[in-house]
């Protein structure tokens, strides 16, 4: 890392920034990147030597890698993005980490709970920076959202209703339905209706899942309700068959808050009060997004933690059991229809 002024202000560090694998997230990734003076674009890996100098040169990087090995041992970068696809991440974090790198890595963050345990044991045990690229968790709506929740401003939560879905061409081979590729809607995108009913009511205490499987074996489809602590409810669909509104609604006993399309990403919100009164915040068009999981990185490491503790990796692996247990629901119910 080097050190820079911002604004002919106290001295703060530069931290250098290498990325594995430049595919479509990366891109995203990439340019909200650019948004943090803190962030250096210093490498990017491909195992296409083309690829990576490509990519590089559209989007800022000084350095480009033919092989995922050569960044992770570079001794100028600092942190490591994986952005590899879904059955991935586990090999490329623990390979970062095993090589002294701190570690942002894209979610899910792993296949199963289990490569989490040993992901975050390694992250301890090595004394190094790990985090799920949860980017939702940080983007000023979703934000807002908790805060006027905590507030009160819609009474006591009642429901969440959250989708997420779009038409996929069925591939067999594709990261969305080849199943070792971590393919499947729950996955993929499931992962987002989840995230919100667990960051915002907590882990459920019952869950009633349903799945529409895919000729491969993942789930085309995924449905589930679930019950959380105070008896609030939330319904959470998620499916590659159709488009759907990828909206959230939290409905309380004074009012209503709506996420609208998308709501994963920083979206416009309406908060609709028992008065009928309605207050929206619109979304910003110019705004990327990604910028504010990266900062939160740097923000950690600059205070010497971790791990953030906004998204502590206890809630990565809390996550995934959670949608372990929507599969394991969805099958069961399969199992008892058979019968």
């Known amino acids: 890392m080097v050190y820079s002024k911002k604004n002919n202000h106290a001295q703060v560090k530069t931290w250098n920034w290498?990325?594995?694998?430049?595919?479509h997230i990366a891109q995203k990734f990439s340019i909200g990147l650019a948004e943090n003076f803190q962030a250096k674009r210093y490498a990017v890996a491909s195992r296409e030597?083309?690829?990576?100098?490509?990519?590089?040169?559209?989007?800022?990087?000084?350095?480009?890698?033919?092989?995922?090995?050569?960044?992770?041992?570079?001794?100028?970068?600092?942190?490591?993005?994986v952005a590899s696809p879904n059955h991935m991440h586990f090999e490329h974090t623990i390979a970062a980490l095993q090589a002294g790198k701190h570690v942002l890595c894209e979610k899910p963050f792993a296949l199963n709970s289990h490569e989490v345990t040993i992901m975050t044991a390694l992250a301890h045990r090595k004394n190094l920076f790990l985090m799920e690229a949860l980017w939702t968790r940080f983007i000023?709506?979703?934000l807002k959202t908790v805060e006027w929740i905590k507030s009160g401003v819609i009474g006591e939560p009642k429901q969440l209703t959250a989708n997420f879905g779009f038409v996929a061409k069925y591939d067999p081979q594709s990261r969305l339905f080849n199943p070792e590729f971590g393919g499947g809607s729950l996955?993929?995108?499931?992962?987002?209706?989840?995230?919100?009913?667990?960051?915002?009511?907590?882990?459920?205490?019952?869950i009633l899942a349903t799945s529409t499987i895919a000729p491969s074996g993942v789930d085309m489809s995924t449905e589930a309700i679930c019950q959380h602590k105070d008896g609030v409810i939330s319904k959470l669909i998620c499916t590659f068959a159709e488009n759907l509104e990828t909206e959230a609604l939290i409905t309380g006993t004074k009012g209503s808050l709506r996420m609208h399309r998308s709501f994963h990403m920083p979206c416009a919100l309406t908060l609709t009060?028992?008065?009928?009164?309605?207050?929206?915040?619109?979304?910003?068009?110019?705004?990327?997004?990604?910028?504010?999981?990266?900062?939160?990185?740097?923000?950690?490491?600059?205070n010497g933690q971790k791990e953030s503790d906004q998204w502590p990796l206890l809630k990565s692996a809390e996550l995934l059991r959670f949608l372990e247990a929507i599969k394991a629901s969805a099958l069961e119910h399969a199992a008892n229809a058979r019968t």
Do not use: W
């Open 187 to 206: 996955a993929d995108i499931g992962i987002y209706p989840a995230f919100l009913a667990l960051t915002l009511f907590g882990y459920p205490e019952k």
């Open 140 to 142: 000023p709506s979703y």
């Open 18 to 23: 290498g990325i594995v694998a430049p595919g």
């Open 49 to 81: 030597l083309q690829k990576a100098k490509d990519f590089a040169k559209k989007f800022g990087f000084a350095k480009a890698y033919g092989s995922y090995e050569e960044l992770i041992h570079d001794p100028e970068v600092d942190i490591i993005y």
């Open 273 to 302: 009060r028992e008065s009928g009164d309605v207050e929206t915040i619109p979304a910003n068009p110019n705004e990327n997004g990604y910028q504010y999981e990266a900062l939160e990185v740097m923000r950690c490491l600059d």
